[in-house]
């Protein structure tokens, strides 16, 4: 990861954990290698990551990572989270609706959905800071063309609440918060 990268992810880390309160259960999905659950730290109860290139297993006691993509009857409890969070994830899955009705089941009532995505501008740029190197860049082939104003278009009709909705990142990344009803 360079240097670009580290910054445009603890940036999108900051905005995100707002939406994150003090003692919850986090299902962070796409969560790499952990860095979103590492960045909470003590502050939320032991949770869960799930990635398909997460190497990890478990980060000392507390929070536990799974090696696999993003299914239906994941081996979760229904209502066993607080908060699921997508940072700069959602943009890169095929089937939203999928995640939106698995979210629902996941999450206790009144819990939040926190998504971060790129607005489509940003392939372009990455493009540029890829030649010059200044960013790695992570499957940007799989982005899809996604337009992050569909997303109430998914989770609303699964039984969640726009809650929030900004642009943040001089206005290249996009927030969505939803809570569960």
């Known amino acids: 990861m360079r240097i670009g990268d580290y910054f445009i992810q603890q940036w999108r880390m900051r905005v995100a954990a707002r939406w994150v309160p003090e003692g919850s259960r986090v299902l962070d999905i796409g969560c790499h290698q952990g860095e979103f659950l ?4 003590e502050k939320i109860a032991p ?3 799930l990635d398909p290139l997460c190497q990890k297993t478990e980060n000392g006691t507390r929070h536990r990572f799974f090696a696999t993509e993003f299914q239906e009857n994941l081996p979760f409890e229904t209502g066993s989270f607080d908060v699921v969070v997508l940072l700069a994830t959602i943009e890169h899955m095929q089937e939203k609706s999928t995640i939106a009705k ?3 089941r996941l999450l206790r009532k009144g819990g939040y959905i ?3 995505v790129p ?4 392939d372009k740029i990455l493009a540029v800071m890829l030649f010059f ?4 860049g992570m499957s940007l082939e799989e982005h899809h063309g996604f337009l992050p104003a569909d997303l109430p278009n998914i989770f609303v009709p699964e039984g969640f609440k726009l809650k929030k909705q900004q642009k943040f990142q001089l206005g290249l990344n996009n927030l969505f918060v939803f809570e569960r009803l």
Do not use: P, Y
């Open 102 to 104: 698995e979210s629902r």
């Open 38 to 41: 590492e960045f909470l730290g």
């Open 133 to 136: 190197r200044i960013v790695d």
């Open 47 to 49: 949770s869960a990551g």
């Open 119 to 122: 607005s489509l501008l940003v």
């Open 114 to 116: 926190v998504i971060t």
